[in-house]
């Protein structure tokens, strides 16, 4: 299995990106795909999570109201469109894949997920 993630790049704040993750070696239709991110000496953080094919998403604090996940499980993908980025929003950007259907109270923890993308910076300027 193997993630793979891209999309990332230099903004000015207030600007946007998405972000896209692709799966390979099998399928996530029915499992939790996630976005956590991780700035330079700082603990990685969840960002948000879909849980599934229709299924509900969740978001961190930092992401609620200017992001937005979705997934295409025709392409094994999840996106993460962030808008109105600030420079706060500078980060490592990793993607992360479940082989359970995790409960929500595990949704926010990096060791429910089982696969990780190899990360995609991020870099907002004031």
């Known amino acids: 299995v193997q993630l793979q993630a891209s999309g990332g790049g230099l903004v000015q704040a207030g600007g946007s990106l998405r972000l896209a993750c692709a799966a390979s070696g099998r399928s996530f239709s029915d499992y939790p795909l996630a976005w956590f991110r991780q700035a330079p000496g700082k603990e990685r953080e969840f960002v948000a999570v879909h849980r599934r094919a229709y299924g509900a998403t969740y978001y961190g604090d930092s992401a609620k109201g200017r992001f937005t996940i979705s997934r295409d499980n025709a392409k094994n993908t999840v996106y993460l469109q962030m808008n109105s980025l600030e420079p706060e929003d500078t980060a490592s950007y990793y993607c992360?894949?479940?082989?359970?259907?995790?409960?929500?109270?595990?949704?926010?923890?990096?060791?429910?997920?089982?696969?990780w993308g190899q990360g995609t910076q991020v870099t907002v300027s004031s």
């Open positions: 992360a894949a479940s082989s359970t259907r995790l409960i929500v109270g595990m949704i926010r923890r990096q060791d429910s997920y089982d696969y």
